[in-house]
């Protein structure tokens, strides 16, 4: 059984599995059996990635991740990229200050369903009849609340379009909409604008 020095393997040599390792510091020396050594070595590293795998399932990453839990954060947001709290969020909601529903449509036709192009907390809008539609909530909103009514026919040299609101209710809206040009015989029109604030 050859002994082996650290100071031979410093040079590119390799442990063999039955080599003795003499490990010398002053007069004391200890020899270690190569395939000794490896198997500590092998067991070493067995157990560090079972480290890294344990410790490295407790932290986020910064490349993105997915939590199985909660999150709980320490304040509402004050910079426009903070996470929002739920208790934040709930209370600009509640806000007079933000629309509570809004639609963007298209009003043409005198019946049947209307083509919604966008819109916020709108289940359908319903065309009642030329110029007369109701708009139909998603979720209700809570009385009182208010209707902006805007739009503009682009048949008829883009002319702005005005509206008259019918009804308030929780569950609906009934507008119907007139040019600006004075014709009140309910107009059909390309594009109608209604917004609904709350209080």
Do not use: E
């Amino acid at each position: 059984m050859a002994g082996v020095k650290i100071s031979q393997l410093q040079d590119g040599g390799s442990l063999q599995s039955n080599d003795q390792l003499v490990i010398a510091r002053g007069g004391l020396s200890r020899s270690i059996l190569g395939n000794d050594l490896l198997s500590r070595f092998t067991t070493l590293d067995t157990k560090i990635n079972s480290l890294s795998s344990t410790v490295d399932s407790k932290f986020v990453h910064l490349s993105g991740d997915v939590m199985t839990g909660a999150l709980t954060l320490n304040a509402n947001p004050t910079q426009g990229l903070h996470a929002a709290t739920k208790t934040y969020v709930d209370s600009l909601s509640s806000s007079s200050m933000v629309a509570k529903a809004w639609v963007n449509f298209s009003g043409t036709g005198s019946s049947g369903t209307a083509n919604v192009n966008a819109g916020y907390n709108i289940a359908s809008v319903t065309n009642l009849a030329t110029g007369q539609f109701r708009i139909n909530f998603q979720r209700p909103l809570m009385s009182p609340y208010v209707a902006l009514v805007t739009g503009y026919d682009t048949t008829n040299a883009d002319d702005p379009i005005t509206g008259v609101i019918h009804d308030l209710t929780n569950a609906y809206c009934t507008v119907g909409t007139m040019r600006s040009d004075g014709d009140s015989g309910g107009n059909t029109t390309t594009y109608v604008c209604v917004v609904f604030f709350g209080f």
